[in-house]
């Protein structure tokens, strides 16, 4: 999970660790959140030029399923994962709530990774809203949850 992502990404591409550029904030599961690069470094998370203006982090999905055309999730069981994804969003929510206070931000600062890509920052990928809906949630109850936990 979290903690264990760093023996997958945040390796060096230049000296051959790596075949993929790639390194991210911290990675956010069930249990907390692992923080990899400072927050005032810029990460290589997007894929386009929002990499120079925010901080990027995974939420780790659990196991027990495949990816199928896209990032369709092939055998996600809802009610089986339900407790995973409650912990591990609400570690989100506070991840986003300790950056917002230090970074003077807000809720309508966050955006996830296909929302970048619609405002042209990020690559084509469809990060959280692959996922989010499953459990009825949206980037907008996340930033809701958010903005709750900030007043």
């Known amino acids: 999970m979290a903690a264990d992502w760093f023996n997958r990404w945040n390796k060096s591409y230049k000296a051959g660790e790596i075949s993929r550029q790639v390194c991210v904030h911290a990675f956010v599961d069930d249990q907390g959140v692992w923080q990899y690069l400072p927050w005032n470094h810029r990460g290589w998370h997007c894929g386009g030029t929002g990499n120079n203006t925010h901080i990027g982090f995974e ?17 996600y069981k809802v009610s089986k994962n339900e407790v995973y994804f409650r912990k591990a969003w609400q570690n989100a929510v506070e991840l986003c709530v300790m950056l917002c206070q230090e970074y003077g931000l807000t809720e309508r600062d966050i955006i996830c990774h296909s929302e970048g890509y619609k405002k042209g920052i990020a690559s084509n990928h469809s990060d959280v809203m692959h996922w989010f ?9 996340f930033r809701s949850a958010v903005k709750a936990a900030l007043n």
Do not use: L
């Open 59 to 75: 939420i780790c999905e659990p196991g027990g399923f495949s990816y199928g055309k896209g990032s369709t999730m092939v055998g």
């Open 133 to 141: 809906p499953k459990h009825g949630e949206t980037m907008d109850f």
